[in-house]
């Protein structure tokens, strides 16, 4: 008998951590806000990883996480959400009058 040759598997996709792809979401999704179960649900994790992910894009400039209420399940909760970016085009400052 004799033996086939070894045929390499095609690398498979990596995903990105979660805490990246929640920041992509929050980006694409802006000004709505979500909560770590129903960001558990969209990226099909575990409870605790969107937690601790959502935790982290929280802390990061341009995001923010406080008790508000989700934009899916409606519950108020702590919820993780991508606040508008200051532009210093668009501030006035203070001028003279």
Do not use: N
Not at 21 to 35: M, N, T
Not at 66 to 71: G, I, Q, V, Y
């Amino acid at each position: 008998m004799r033996r086939r040759a070894a045929v390499p598997k095609p690398p498979t996709p990596r995903l990105a951590p979660l805490s990246e792809r929640i920041g992509v979401l929050l980006r694409r999704a802006q000004p709505f806000a979500y909560c770590d179960a129903c960001l558990a649900d969209y990226f099909v994790a575990p409870l605790s990883a969107a937690e601790r992910a959502a935790r982290l894009v929280g802390a990061t400039d341009g995001f923010s996480r406080k008790l508000r209420r989700c934009r899916t399940c409606h519950e108020l909760t702590d919820v993780t959400w991508r606040v508008r970016p200051v532009s210093s085009f668009l501030s006035w400052g203070s001028r003279g009058a």
